[in-house]
């Protein structure tokens, strides 16, 4: 297709399944972080549990006797502590500063940190290895020191256990996160499939040897596709509606060009064999046929669609000042008076120039060439608050009631215009002129007569 290329983005398909995937492995990580931290915290728990047990059952044989203090270690309390990791094992009981027995270089605890009867637990560095201990101080009967009962161990019991539930913890979240891919996958493309029907009845429209601007035929489509489809049938509707318009056009401009177009291919027959009457009848058909195309091209400016131009500033008085200069050699011809009753000063709206010219143009035309001799015609201009109010009035012969109905269409001769010339399109000019506008167009028999209103809106910072 001609014209630059259209630069390349991320297929919807990739940008969903991107938007679905990192959040979801963003969540992955974050459960990885905390399963991490929870599986630390509950293999210490557990493990303190088990190491705490065992100072409980070492601290329960230390008693008094005879005045001094006696231990007796129970085989239990160290089985608690056997693993298959084959952590190291120590232990010490100490009385006040004076070992009692054990390993006397195991790290000993501050006793004003030590309440009675209450273990604690705390990680410290032995014999180049990080252990665990639990100490708890214990407060015997005649005894004036304190006596001290720790209990230490190695952590490679715990450093596997916690290896193994942090591998189970990832394998699971790798499993989670692929079968999370290999089920998003066909999701997505279910999800697609009223986009992927959209797209098909577009472009099946493209086949066709004539253009099909009928609705989409999709069927049933999501709340998210429908405003799209809502919009392309309504593109259709006015690509429609402008096509008919090009082709009614086409067609009514050759069906009244052919007429003046005849006239003057048999006056130039004549002319060629030297009537004297040709060379007129020429004149006036060339006449004619110019104002046929005149009036055609400004319907077609009043009803062309699109996005309007910017509005500007018009004087309404200028305006109609301008249209009967135009007319006056033509009304002087009909022996027409024509008559402008306006106030004083700029009557000032926004609008377009060129459509209040042709509008009041033809008006004032239509009061002039359908008037009798010695007739009148009259523009008249009021303001008020928020409207410019336009009337073109005559004291001709008006129309019958039966065809104020039909005024606006086009290329339409209404009963009166019967031994007058024209084509039909001034009201149909002026009708797609002032709907544009956003004015309201009103046409009353006078009796004798015909008086057309116009009412023009005026913003309020144009009023002046």
């Given at each position: 297709m001609p014209g630059n290329p259209r630069p390349r983005a991320l297929a919807l398909r990739t940008r969903l399944l991107a938007a679905m995937l990192a959040p979801l492995l963003g969540i992955a990580v974050l459960l990885g972080v905390a399963g991490a931290t929870l599986i630390a915290d509950v293999v210490r728990r557990t493990n303190d549990r088990v190491l705490g047990g065992a100072l409980g059952a070492i601290a329960e044989t230390v008693q008094v006797e005879r005045g001094a203090v006696t231990l007796d270690l129970p085989a239990a309390a160290f089985g608690m502590l056997e693993n298959s990791e084959r952590d190291n094992v120590y232990y010490r009981v100490a009385v006040g500063g004076q070992l009692l027995t054990g390993y006397a270089d195991l790290p000993a605890p501050?006793?004003?940190?030590?309440?009675?009867d209450t273990p604690r637990f705390r990680f410290a560095r032995y014999k180049d290895q990080d252990i665990r201990i639990a100490e708890v101080r214990r407060a015997l009967p005649r005894i004036p020191q304190p006596v001290i009962v720790q209990v230490a161990e190695t952590l490679d019991g715990r450093t596997a256990l916690q290896h193994r539930l942090l591998i189970a913890l990832l394998i699971g979240e790798l499993v989670l996160v692929g079968v999370a891919m290999l089920l998003i996958r066909p999701a997505l493309s279910w999800s697609l499939r009223p986009l992927a029907l959209l797209r098909d009845a577009i472009s099946s429209r493209d086949t066709?040897?004539?253009p099909d601007l009928s609705p989409l035929a999709t069927g049933p489509l999501p709340i998210e596709l429908g405003p799209l489809a809502d919009a392309f049938d309504h593109l259709l509707a006015r690509l429609d509606s402008a096509t008919a318009g090009v082709r009614r056009f086409t067609a009514d401009a050759s069906h009244q060009m052919r007429t003046p177009l005849s006239?003057?291919?048999?006056?130039?027959a004549l002319a060629?064999?030297?009537s004297p009457q040709a060379l007129g009848e020429i004149a006036d058909a060339a006449d004619r046929l110019e104002r046929l195309v005149t009036q055609l091209l400004a319907l077609a400016r009043a009803e062309e669609s699109g996005t309007a131009p910017p509005t500007e500033q018009v004087d309404l008085r200028e305006v109609a000042v301008a249209v009967i200069n135009r007319r006056i050699a033509q009304a002087i011809d009909a022996h027409v008076d024509i008559q402008l009753d306006a106030p004083d000063g700029r009557i000032l709206l926004a609008g377009y120039r060129t459509l209040l010219f042709e509008i009041l143009s033809n008006l004032l035309d239509n009061a002039i060439r359908y008037n009798r001799a010695g007739g009148m015609a009259a523009i008249t201009l009021e303001r008020s608050d928020n409207a410019a109010i336009v009337t073109v009035l005559d004291d001709g012969p008006g129309l019958a009631d039966?065809?104020?109905a039909r005024i606006g269409e086009r290329f339409v001769r209404?009963?009166?215009s019967a031994g007058h010339e024209g084509s039909g399109l001034g009201l149909a000019i002026v009708r797609s002129a002032a709907l544009r506008l956003g004015a309201e167009l009103v046409v009353t028999n006078t009796h004798p007569g015909l008086r057309v209103t116009l009412r023009l809106p005026i913003k309020a910072d144009n009023r002046r």
């Open positions: 501050a006793l004003a940190s030590l309440s009675v066709r040897a004539t006239v003057l291919k048999v006056q130039v060629r064999r030297g039966e065809d104020l209404l009963a009166t």
